[in-house]
């Protein structure tokens, strides 16, 4: 009986134009959706100036704000905030730390710069620069 109900929900979107496998991802509860934009803000004016918030977005192959260096002092703690438009991973070379990145919904992820120098940070599959992480 369910199989019967699910050829016929699937034959009604058919229906409908477009493919169902292209329409957008909706959450069923709060449970299950991705992250509230407020959780990718910048640190707040009261905690420790020891955060680097780093907030790109990736649209076709293009990142904004454009890829360059970022200062961050030695020990603090770094926010990298990404929106992409495709899957790929997040790849901080120096750190071998890559983290997953989902299209479409933003992510962050967030560790501490205990090693100095200078490390590229990049969309890992596809090899495209983010920015240069100046750890001192």
């Known amino acids: 009986m369910v199989g019967v109900a699910a050829l016929v929900l699937l034959a009604g979107l058919a229906g409908c134009g477009g493919s169902f496998f292209d329409a957008p991802i909706v959450a069923s509860d709060e449970a299950e959706s991705p992250a509230e934009p407020t ?8 905690e420790p100036d020891s955060v680097t918030f780093i907030e790109i977005d990736v649209r076709e192959g293009v990142v904004s704000p454009e890829a360059g260096q970022v200062d961050v002092p030695l020990g603090a703690t770094v926010r990298l905030a990404v929106t992409s438009d495709r899957d790929d991973q997040i790849h901080v070379n120096g750190y071998d730390l890559t983290f997953p990145l989902v299209a479409v919904f933003p992510v962050m992820h967030e560790f501490i710069a205990d090693v100095a120098g200078t490390f590229d940070v990049e969309l890992h599959i596809i090899d495209l620069p983010l920015c240069v992480l100046n750890v001192e």
Do not use: V
């Not at 959780?39 to 009261?46: E, M, N, Q």
């Open 39 to 46: 959780s990718l803000a910048p640190p707040a004016a009261d």
